[in-house]
């Protein structure tokens, strides 16, 4: 069985600082690790997902995540938020490389200028 | 395109009634999810089909949930007898073909309140 734990439930951080969302994560097996975001009003999206290879993976919008498997953490950080950026983010586990993924219970970030 | 639709994106029920809960996913989209997100939790695993069958649902939990896929595109999550418990934001995602390479897109949800 595995576990996902978010430190933070709520990471309030002013525009243009820099941001790091905690996860730590236990599993008995290997493991690919994604981060998802959601907007407010809308679905859940993919930020980002580690599934082998470089252990840093970056996303399209300046996030980037190291897995660290000693540490069983896959922290999220961003150097510079925008407003836009105000969303909740979860981290997730999976022992497959597809869906059926455990998720941790969310940290909400809010920026404020 | 057209992301997945959830339908109704919210339904109060009594307790002890039946629910449906439809999601129609990306067309093409051969996988489909159910996830259910309790409040200040994370959403939690239910059901995945491939195609029509269910290929895991080992996160239904209960037998007063059961979900359709009869046709390989649009699913139904049915839960009999409603019980407080039940209410929470229930989650549809599809994805191209249920491998890594292919992310999870989730549906806004329906938000399902058991009086």
């Known amino acids: 069985a595995q576990s996902v734990t978010q430190l933070d439930s709520q990471v309030p951080v002013f525009e243009e600082a820099p941001v790091e969302l905690r996860c730590n994560y236990s599993?008995?097996?290997?493991?690919?690790l994604f981060w998802y975001v959601q907007y407010p009003n809308q679905g859940l999206q993919l930020l980002l997902k580690?599934?082998?290879?470089?252990?840093l993976v970056e996303s399209i919008n300046g996030f980037e995540a190291e897995f660290n498997k000693s540490q069983t953490s896959f922290h999220l950080r961003k150097p510079s938020v925008h407003i836009s950026d105000t969303a909740e983010y979860f981290c997730?586990?999976?022992?497959?490389?597809?869906?059926?993924?455990?998720f941790g219970a969310g940290t909400q970030v809010v920026v404020t200028p | 395109g057209a992301g997945v639709s959830q339908t109704p994106s919210n339904k109060v029920t009594e307790k002890g009634k039946y629910v449906e809960l439809r999601c129609d996913p990306i067309?093409?989209?051969?996988?489909l999810y159910w996830y259910r997100q309790s409040l200040g939790q994370g959403p939690e695993f239910l059901i995945y089909?491939?195609?029509?069958?269910?290929?895991?649902d080992s996160g239904l939990p209960n037998d007063r949930f059961f979900a359709v896929r009869p046709e390989g595109s649009v699913s139904t999550l049915k839960i009999q007898r409603t019980e407080r418990g039940d209410s929470a934001v229930y989650l549809c995602?599809?994805?191209?073909?249920?491998?890594?390479?292919?992310?999870?897109?989730f549906g806004n949800g329906t938000r399902l309140t058991v009086t």
């Open positions: 995602a599809s994805s191209f073909e249920g491998s890594g390479n292919s992310p999870l897109h």
């Open positions: 599993s008995s097996v290997s493991v690919y």
């Open positions: 580690y599934l082998s290879g470089s252990t």
């Open positions: 997730a586990v999976s022992e497959y490389s597809w869906g059926k993924l455990q």
């Open positions: 067309s093409g989209h051969t996988a």
């Open positions: 089909f491939q195609g029509t069958g269910a290929a895991d």
